[in-house]
């Protein structure tokens, strides 16, 4: 198709409001532009084809037999394009909404209020996978993923859900008042990790320590890490907004502050480009509930 030869899309849309609606100023009401743009546009394409396409009739507008043929045809070319267009967009409406979160995230903040957006959008069906793995996003794939770090993902926006302090923390039935003084006393206790992490040993080296000996982990889902905690079966680190509950309850006891990723947050993260309507909703409930806990 040699492109240089037909008139400007506005032009036609302008031209074709105007056969609908017999009026300059409906037309424009139409299109959300004045009556004057209107008129412009339509003037542009009857210079471009040297042909008069509208005469004035009454308080209205009616077509030359040149108009009432040009409007045949465009008026099935862009029903074949709003047919096209609605059918993509009906596609993209009804693909699950998919989310990938890791697995602390997932049960410890999303899950206790994932009902609320449930209830909210009806419409919207949900695929969540907790996992600790960053999952590429692809066209038709993930379309969002809920990362620990500080934003800095090549490729993808990201926009800042929440900061948190990471935490580590043991149940007081285990440390009690052990008298947990300097880093190096948390090696005489088991430590809980979430599969793909490596907290503890990040700690250490932030702290200079080199252990003597094997270190004492057991990897779990992140998940059961959380559960183990509360459990007395050892000690982890977590973002604090976790476990602010049980901290304030005595449950926990926190050991050491900012233990892992001082200045790091939980990040929306998608893909450039525009976001379809139920990503759009979801993000927009999530801010919701970040915004009415950090309230309280």
């Known amino acids: 198709m040699d492109w240089r030869t037909l008139p400007s899309l506005n032009s036609l849309r302008a031209f074709a409001a105007v056969a609908e609606e ?15 743009a209107v008129s412009q546009q339509v003037k542009s394409l009857e210079t471009f084809l040297g042909l008069q396409l509208v005469v004035r009739e009454g308080r209205g507008i009616a077509l030359t037999p040149e108009g009432e043929q040009l409007f045949r045809g465009i008026s099935s070319g862009f029903e074949t394009i709003q047919d096209t267009v609605d059918e993509l967009l009906h596609q993209d409406v ?3 909404l998919n989310i990938t979160m890791t697995p602390s995230f997932a049960i410890s903040w999303l899950m206790p209020r994932i009902n609320d957006f449930r209830l909210k959008h009806q419409d919207i069906e949900l695929m969540l996978n907790p996992t ?5 996003l692809k066209p038709g794939g993930v379309d969002l993923a809920i990362r620990f770090g500080r934003g800095d993902w090549p490729g993808l926006e990201s926009e800042l859900l929440f900061k948190t302090n990471f935490v580590v923390v043991g149940a007081t039935r285990l440390v009690g008042d052990c008298g947990i003084k300097k880093p190096e006393d948390i090696l005489e206790y088991p430590w809980l990790q979430e599969y793909g992490t490596n907290e503890l040993v990040i700690w250490l080296e932030k702290q200079g320590i080199v252990p003597k000996g094997k270190l004492n982990i057991t990897h779990l889902p992140g998940y059961m890490v959380l559960e183990g905690i509360r459990r007395g079966e050892g000690i982890s680190a977590t973002a604090e907004v976790f476990v602010e509950a049980d901290i304030a309850a005595g449950n926990l006891k926190v050991l050491f502050r900012d233990a892992v990723y001082t200045g790091s947050g939980y990040h929306l993260v998608t893909r450039p480009g525009v976001n379809r309507p139920p990503l759009k909703a979801f993000m927009s409930w999530i801010r919701q509930m970040r915004d009415e806990q950090t309230s309280l």
């Open 22 to 36: 017999k009026s300059l100023s409906a037309a424009g009401r139409e299109l959300n532009v004045t009556h004057a």
């Open 94 to 96: 009804g693909r699950p």
């Open 132 to 136: 600790a793995e960053n999952i590429e």
